[in-house]
């Protein structure tokens, strides 16, 4: 134990303190350290030299950092919930936009045909997008382009094919025909119609260039095949007959981010790029873009099978879908928000 006596500057009085244990023992050893007699160790009240720890400025400063902490902590739980949230009120204004995209199309489908020979040149092509239309022409079969795979379902089993575009080319001095090129979409063909196709094209291209001086055995081959090209060409392959179809005026297609990029070069088309498409045959870069929606299908020759109309009322995500994504986002967020409420309740009730 160790008394201390305090004099106050503001006046004549002095105040006796009691120092216990460890604190005597430091004081005891400071005095003796600066030859101070402990009976002459005086100590102002107005002087503020001595803190004490807890009320150091770096502790004071740390309550503050702690508390932002913890506040920054318990909002960082709340996030999930409204990221969720927003997911769903963004899906809401999808099924609104997805509505009106389903409408539009459904009411420019009803409409009338549009007959493609009667069209000026002064035509706005944005104008057709989604109306049928209606064209006769002559199919350029030599100048046809294969986008794909793409897959159907036939009889419950899934086979892959691709879609056949040829040009539509107009017929000399009949005014009903088309009067400029159109690329039509003649529907989905199985990989084995492409293969005997391209032989069949192939083999038109034989005889010009067959040599002179060809072994006899080879003239023997070339004679026989003459002969049986035009059967094999009926069967695979449509006559060089005028054509009259009906149709939906399109444009190019949107691929998404996993769709590879075309190549023309190698004849690889994975999306419809109807520059591109009419670059490749030929034909000016703003061709008209059919889709055949026809059908009266020939159970002889069913292929080229045309497109459904009502699949281009139709979208990879329904309005229906969005509803679903709409209370699942939902649900998630209040789940989520209802976990981040119950742990920050927990927290408060164990202090």
Known sequence: MLEVHVKHKTSSSSTTIVIYGQAASLLNRHCALHMLPLSAATFSTSARTISSTDGS???????????????????????????????????????????????????????????????????????????????????????????????????????????????????????????????????????????????????????????????????????????????????????????ELIGVARGSEKPSIFVPANDPGSGQWFYVDVPAVAHACGLPENVIYVEDINENINPSNPYPIPKDANSLIRSSVMPQDHLNYILTWYSLSAAVTFMAYKRIRAKRSHR
């Open 57 to 243: 400025p770096s502790a004071s400063s740390s309550l503050p950092q702690e508390k932002q902490k913890g506040i920054w902590s318990k909002l960082l739980l709340f996030v999930p919930g409204a990221i969720a949230f927003g997911l769903g009120t963004w899906q809401i204004f999808r099924r609104q936009d997805k509505i009106k995209m389903l409408d539009y199309r459904g009411r420019r489908l009803e409409a009338e045909p549009v007959k493609l020979n009667a069209l000026s040149p002064s035509w706005n092509l944005d104008s057709l997008d989604f109306r049928r239309v209606a064209c006769r022409g002559l199919f350029d079969e030599k100048r046809s382009i294969f986008v794909g795979p793409r897959s159907r379902s036939i009889s419950g089993v899934t086979n892959n094919g691709y879609y056949v575009i040829t040009p539509l080319m107009p017929i000399p001095g009949d005014p009903e025909s088309v009067q400029s090129p159109v690329l039509v979409n003649r529907g989905w063909v199985p990989q084995s119609w492409r293969e005997k196709l391209r032989e069949v094209l192939q083999n038109d291209k034989q005889p010009m260039n067959a040599p002179s001086t060809a072994l006899q055995g080879e003239r023997s081959n070339w004679w026989r095949s003459w002969f049986e090209k035009p059967a094999r060409k009926e069967d695979h392959a449509p006559r060089a007959s005028p054509v």
